[in-house]
Structures are given as C-alpha cells and as structure tokens.
C-alpha cells in the first residue's frame, strides 16, 4: 500500500524568508501524481501545486515550488518570501494514475510565520 | 461556479441516531470521496465512488454507508452514530481528463455526545 510521511509536525519561518517542508513517500507504481494541499483554519482543502511524476521538471506556482526526486521518492514544497497569510496545516499527498485518483495523504506540517 | 457543496456544515448527534451527510458537485467530475479528518491525522479515504453506480471501501469504511445518487451527488449515512465518528468529514470530487486534481468542499463538522 502506499503512503505519505511528513517527518515535521510544526515548521516556523520568519515572514519573508523561506521554509522547505518534508514528504516521502513509498510506491511501487511509475505513473503517479502528487500534490501539496494547505488547509488553514477554516479548514478548506487548498490544492497548492501538483507534480506528475513522469515529468523531470519541478512544478512552480508563484511562491511556491517543489523538488521532486523521483528516486528518492521525496516530494518536498518550498515556500519562498513568506506571508502571514501562508500560515496553515500542508499535507503532501499521492495520487495512483492509472487506478482511481484517491488521494493518500500524510498527517500535515503545521508552518506558523512569525511577523 | 459552487464546486463541490456538502451539507449540513455543523450537526449534533446522540450517540445511536442516524444522519445523512450530503453532497453535490457541479464539475460534471466522475469520481466523488468521502474523507473524514481527525485531530494530527491527515484525511483518511471512507469511501469513494469512481463513476456513477459504483462505490468502494477506502481507509476507514466501518459504521458508514454511502450512496452515488446521480453523477453530481454522494451520500453519505451514519446508520448508528458513535462518539469516535465524532470529526469532520470532507466530500471531494476529481476527473481523470482534469489531471486526476481533487476538489474538496468546505468540511461538515459532526459531532456524537
């Protein structure tokens, strides 16, 4: 079966600078998606970015980018130029391509950014 | 364009009664979840239904029924509510066409005294 480690329960960053968060995770499939989702207090599920896996190049969104070693099954999100607003729960999650998209999430890294 | 709606968003429940969380999308998306989500856990998968007239057991499926009405709607029952069903549950939809993206609706919060 397949599953998502966040090995950092709590990150903090000052505002502005950046903070990488952790995933890994474990697969034995080659085709696959993953994701980062930031859920804030009101408790909405926010897609941050996605990753196909058959592609070699680092997904980016604005302020936010990934570094995805497809051999080391790590998955780690980089937040760049912090803001408050960013302080939420992230969960890494993966997705099997070619059966159904259920999604298999990790437990979340709470990130807290300081003013 | 509303996404995915679940309701109700708030309930009370005493233990042994039963509830129907419901939900619709409007992404004309085939496959539609049920996750619920508890204190440093992530979401885990209850069920899910991968095109209309199918479902499955996911992660946690025990004390739960859940019915694809339709394309658009996913049900799901509480037969007989027990405090550990005391959480809050998620409804999501994707589609493999979209990039198998899933879309959450905004969270039921239930509570079993």
């Known amino acids: 079966a397949q599953t998502v480690t966040q090995s950092q329960p709590e990150m903090s960053v000052q505002e502005a600078e950046t903070v990488t968060l952790s995933c890994t995770y474990d697969t034995s499939e080659s085709d696959y998606y993953l994701f980062w989702y930031k859920q804030p207090p009101s408790r909405q599920m926010i897609l941050v970015i996605r990753?196909?896996?058959?592609?070699?190049q680092n997904a980016t969104e604005n302020r936010f980018s990934v570094n995805f070693q497809k051999a080391a099954k790590s998955f780690s999100l980089k937040i760049s130029d912090s803001q408050l607003g960013d302080a939420a729960m992230y969960f890494c999650?993966?997705?099997?391509?070619?059966?159904?998209?259920?999604?298999?999430f990790g437990k979340g890294t709470k990130l807290t950014v300081n003013p | 364009n509303a996404g995915v709606t679940q309701t109700p968003k708030f309930q009370v429940l005493k233990t042994g009664q039963s509830m129907t969380l419901q939900c619709a999308q409007d992404?004309?998306?085939?496959?539609m979840y049920w996750y619920r989500q508890d204190p440093g856990m992530g979401l885990r998968l209850i069920y899910y239904?991968?095109?209309?007239?199918?479902?499955d057991k996911g992660e946690v499926p025990n004390g739960y029924n859940v019915s694809r009405l339709n394309k658009r709607e996913f049900s799901l029952r509480l037969e007989s509510a027990a405090p550990s069903q005391t959480s809050v549950y998620f409804c999501?939809?994707?589609?493999?066409?979209?990039?198998?993206?899933?879309?959450f609706g905004e969270g039921s919060w239930l509570t079993v005294v």
């Open positions: 999650a993966y997705s099997y391509q070619g059966g159904s998209e259920k999604l298999v």
């Open positions: 999501a939809s994707s589609e493999v066409r979209f990039g198998n993206t899933i879309y």
């Open positions: 992404m004309n998306h085939n496959s």
């Open positions: 990753q196909e896996a058959y592609k070699q």
């Open positions: 239904s991968a095109s209309e007239g199918t479902t």
